[in-house]
Every structure is written in C-alpha cells, then in structure tokens.
C-alpha cells in the first residue's frame, strides 16, 4: 500500500468507529430515558399511552394533549438534553426550525384549537410567542384554521403537528405606485348607506395587525385607504392588495374630484348655482377644491379625478383633424347651408378656457370635458355657423370671412360665459364651396390673373419703350448737342442780320421820311401854285360861261378833256341808233371811251 495514502485510510476508519460509536451512545442513552436534541431543531414528543390518572385520552375533535393525554404533545423540546423520556412511552421526532427569509412572511394555519366564530374567516390571534407556545396558543383559545397573525422573517421554534407554515413573499409597494386594499374580514358594510368601501380605520398599522383592524370593527371589502410606497407583512388571508401607479395630475392642469365615499356633506357653492352639488375634501360628492399639477395617493376604485386643463384648449371642427388631449376626435367638419341654396363645408376651430375655480363647477354640471363638448361645445357652434350661413349667400360669405370670424367670437363667448367657459378665440378656417361654384371662382380669378398678367406685361413694354427711347435719346445726344450749337451759331447769325437789316431799313426809313417830307412840301407848293392858276381860270371860265349857253359849255370841257387824253374821237365804225342814222356827239365819246377801257 502506498505509504501516502495510508494515514488517510486511517483517519477515515477512526472517523467511521466514532460515529458508530456515537448512533450506540445515543441508542444506549434512549434506553435510559435520555434523549438529545440538536441545536438548529425542536422534538415532536407523542406519547404512546398512559397507565394512570384522569386524562387518559384526548378530548373529542382534539388532536394535541395539554395534559398529559395520549398522543402528539403541546410541548415540544428545546435543543439540548432530555430525561425520562422513555423509548416504549414516547416517540420523538426531531423537527428543524421554521426559518423565514427576509421579504417573507409566514402564515399559519391552526390544526387544532376552537371552532371559527360564525361570520368569520380566520382565527383570532391569541398570546403564543409567535406560535411557537402550542400550549399558550390552545390554552387562551386560539382557533383552528388560518390565522390572521404573521410571522415575521426569523427562524421559529413551532411545532409542526400543531401549526402548518407556509412562506409567501411580504407586499412590497415600489416608488410611485400605491396598494389599493380588500379585506376579507371584518364587519359587513351599512346595508342602505350607499357605501363602497370601508372608512379608514385607526391603529392596524397599514392592515399588517389583522386583528386590530378586527378589533375597531373594520369593515370587510374594499378599504378608502391605500398603502404607500414601502414593504407590508399582510397576510394574504385576510387582505388582498392591488399596486397601481399614483395618480399624477400633469403641468397646465388641475383635478377635481369625485368622492364616492366619505359622509354626505353639504353643498357649499349656494344658491345660485343649481347645477350639482359641491363639497369640501374628504366628503362624498364633488370637491370644491381641485388638485394642482402632482401625484396623489387617489384610491381609483373609490375616488374618480377628472382631469381639467387650465390652459387654452384647442378644438378642431375639422374632419380628419385632432388635438392630443383627443377631446375633438369626435368633432367633423360643420355642414351648412347658405342663402342662395348651396350646401358646402367650413371648419372651425375654437379655443377655449377654463379657470383653476370653475374646474369643479364645470365637472359638477357636466360629469366630464368630454359631455361639456358634447353637449355644449359642439351644438352651439355648429348652430352658430348654419344659422350665419343662411343670412348670407356662399360668396358673400368667403368675401366677409373676417367680418364672420369677429361676430362668430363675440356670439359663442357671449354663450360659453353661462358655462363657466371662457372663448379665447373663434377661427374660421377652411370653407370648401360647391365644385359648381368653385370653378365659376377659380375662372374669375384666373381671368382676373390674367389681367393682372397683361397689365405687368404692358407696364414691362412701356417701360421697355421708355428705356429705348432713354437710350435712342442717349446715343443721339452728341447730334443733338451739335445741332443745339448749330441753332445758338444760326440764331446768333440771324440775330446779326436782323440788326443789320434793322438798321438798314432804320436807315431808308429815315431817308423816306425826309424825301416825303420834301415832296410833301414840294407838293404843298405846288398845291398852292394850281390851286391859284385853278381860281384864276376857273374865274376866266366863270366869266365866259356866262355868256355861253351852259349846255353847250358842259360839252366844250369834255370835249377839251378828251382831246388831252390823247383818245381818238372818230370810231372806226359808227353805229347808227334810234332807229335814226347816227347818234349824238355824247354818245359816240362814250362809245370810244367803253371800247378803250375793254382793250
């Protein structure tokens, strides 16, 4: 044999001797009455028979002795050493201890004790050290079945035969979330007082003590209060609880709430208002104070929050059109009808506001945002606008849309004001006229377009013009330069002629005037010097008519006056007249006279 391995082969087999040695101590020390009980354990003693005395035998429908009876034994041994328990008496088994990890609870069930009082469910807790005194437990009336205490995590010294442990993780509530709690035991709720829940209970530590809760006449079912965030021993027997997230009211909002709990309160919004009932917290009914933007512990199952926003709210009558607080999905595009007989479509948007005070009366009197558009928001806009659209025909109103738009705002917030809704603003937004009618507009308009086209496009030809004419007049600016200083030269020129011509005839103008001047006086004598010899002879000639016969003087000075004029005084033919052979002197001189004039 391998040298190496030989002091372990002895070390095992010294090992192996002292444990046989040890199961004969301890079968030699149970011979006389002597029994060992580890330390991580607790014996189960049942006493096989007993010889002597009055309680010989168990009671009916027990199964644990209390006093020395045949059978399984209230007691159990502690670790150690035990007497007198000898083997043909007693039969011992040794049990570990009920060990409960942390985040764990345990719950008991009693297979022993007094029956249940009628109408409950679980047994009464009762003094006995954690279970861990059987005695102390059936002693001071402890009840068969589940019991309504816990163990704690920890390790438990409990009879077995007794008690039946079974371990269940403890209610851990994370952060921001609550326990929404039913209990199945307690007293029944009023019957008639319209109550849902039971009202919060004093002193049961957050439902973890059963039996106080019990005690101070909890109710059964589901409780107004809720567990908050944290770690709960409840005994799932007696308590079920529900996590749920807390109730958050977001930014630009307030909640208001409906109580269905609590006591009935009295209305404190007086009496002019009259469309629901309001309440101060804590009563049932509807709070007159609503909550500010943040999280709340609101049992959801007994208490409703309408959300109520209290920033300006959008609302789109538009079909395919909606907001993401969803409180238009509903809402389409308003049908209307004009005056001439049209139908087309318009849409709308209205911009509400609701102040933080009149949240609650605005959920008093509807129940919720979306009946106040339901039943307000939509058929008050909507009649509105059919019944503008009636006074005016489809074209006259696109025309007048601003005009529209005005009155429609003052209208629909002269209305909200009685709901206690305040209209920021009304806009009307897309009009969607008859294709008919549409195209008689597009037509229009474009013809009017074109026109617009046609007049830019003249203004640009006249403006071209002007620019031709800018720059024809800028290329021949050096000629007409020129032809400027051509003229100055010329007029320049003419302006010398005139002066020298000016002065010539100045000149022969004044020679005139003395030529006329003499001849004027050259005339005035010779005027003088005939008018003289004139008197003279006419003198002469008075003084010889005298003595002629004045006919025949008449001839004599036509006759000398036509023998001066050179004419002659015999015709080349003489015409005879009067039906005679010939005429008179007179005649035949003004014969010669009318003949000379014509050639």
């Not at 002269?414 to 206690?420: H, I, T, V």
Request: proline share 5%; aromatic share 6%.
């Amino acid at each position: 044999m391998n040298q190496d391995l030989f002091p372990l082969v002895g070390w095992g087999a010294v090992a192996l001797v002292v444990l046989i040695a040890l199961m004969a101590y301890k079968k030699v020390l149970r011979l006389f009455g002597l029994f060992i009980v580890p330390e991580d354990s607790v014996a189960i003693v049942t006493k096989k028979f007993v010889l002597f005395g009055a309680h010989k035998t168990l009671p009916d429908g027990r199964i644990i002795a209390l006093n020395g009876e045949a059978g399984i034994q209230a007691d159990t041994l502690a670790p150690g050493l035990h007497w007198w328990l000898w083997p043909w008496q007693y039969a011992t088994t040794l049990q570990r201890f009920v060990v409960l990890p942390e985040g764990s609870i345990g719950i008991v069930e009693a297979k022993d004790g007094a029956p249940i009082a009628v109408g409950r469910v679980l047994g009464k807790r009762v003094p006995c050290d954690s279970f861990q005194n059987a005695r102390a437990f059936l002693a001071n009336g402890g009840e068969r079945g589940p019991q309504m205490a816990v163990i704690p995590p920890g390790s438990y010294r409990i009879n077995t035969t007794l008690f039946s442990i079974r371990s269940c993780p403890a209610v851990e509530i994370p952060a921001d979330r609550i326990g929404i709690v039913e209990t199945m035991e307690g007293v029944p709720l009023r019957t008639g007082s319209g109550d849902i829940a039971g009202p919060v209970i004093e002193g049961h530590n957050s439902f973890q003590d059963a039996q106080a809760f019990v005690d101070h006449r909890g109710c059964k079912g589901l409780q107004e209060e809720v567990l908050l965030p944290g770690r709960y021993f409840i005994n799932p027997k007696f308590a079920s609880v529900e996590v749920v997230d807390m109730t958050v009211v977001p930014i630009a909002q307030v909640g208001v709430v409906i109580s269905y709990v609590g006591s009935l309160g009295e209305d404190v919004t007086g009496a002019a208002f009259k469309h629901g009932n309001m309440v101060v917290k804590g009563q049932r009914g509807v709070w007159v104070d609503p909550l500010d933007p943040g999280k709340y512990p609101i049992n959801h199952r007994t208490t409703k929050l309408e959300m109520v926003p209290t920033a300006n709210v959008v609302l789109n009558w538009a079909t395919g059109k909606t907001e993401a607080h969803k409180l238009d999905e509903r809402l389409s595009s308003i049908t209307v009808r004009s005056q001439d007989g049209f139908t087309f479509n318009l849409d709308v948007s209205q911009i509400i506001h609701i102040p933080r005070n009149a949240a609650p009366k605005v959920i008093a009197r509807f129940g919720s945002m979306a009946n106040l558009v339901t039943q307000v928001l939509e058929p008050t806009i909507g009649n509105y606008f059919r019944n503008a659209a009636q006074k005016s025909d489809v074209i006259d109103f696109l025309k007048e849309r601003v005009s529209r738009q005005s009155e429609a705002r003052a209208a629909i917030t002269a209305a909200l004001s009685e709901y206690d809704v305040g209209a920021v603003d009304t806009l009307i937004g897309d009009i969607v006229p008859p294709e008919a009618l549409m195209k008689t507009l597009t037509d229009r308009k474009l013809a009017e377009q074109e026109k617009v086209t046609y007049d830019t496009q003249r203004a640009a030809q006249e403006v071209r013009k002007q620019l031709a004419q800018a720059q024809a007049q800028a290329d021949t600016q050096p000629s007409v330069v020129n032809a400027e200083r051509q003229v100055e030269i010329a007029t320049f020129e003419a302006q010398t002629k005139i002066k020298k011509a000016e002065g010539d005839a100045r000149s022969k103008q004044i020679n005139a005037e003395v030529d006329a001047r003499v001849l004027l006086l050259v005339g005035e004598a010779e005027g003088k010097k005939v008018t003289a010899v004139g008197n003279a002879e006419a003198e002469v000639l008075k003084r010889k008519g005298e003595a002629i016969n004045p006919g025949n003087y008449a001839t004599i000075e036509v006759a000398r006056a036509l023998a001066g004029s050179g004419m002659k005084l015999v015709p080349d033919v003489v015409a005879g007249g009067n039906g005679g052979g010939g005429g008179t002197l007179v005649d035949v001189l003004l014969a010669q006279l009318i003949t000379k004039k014509g050639s």
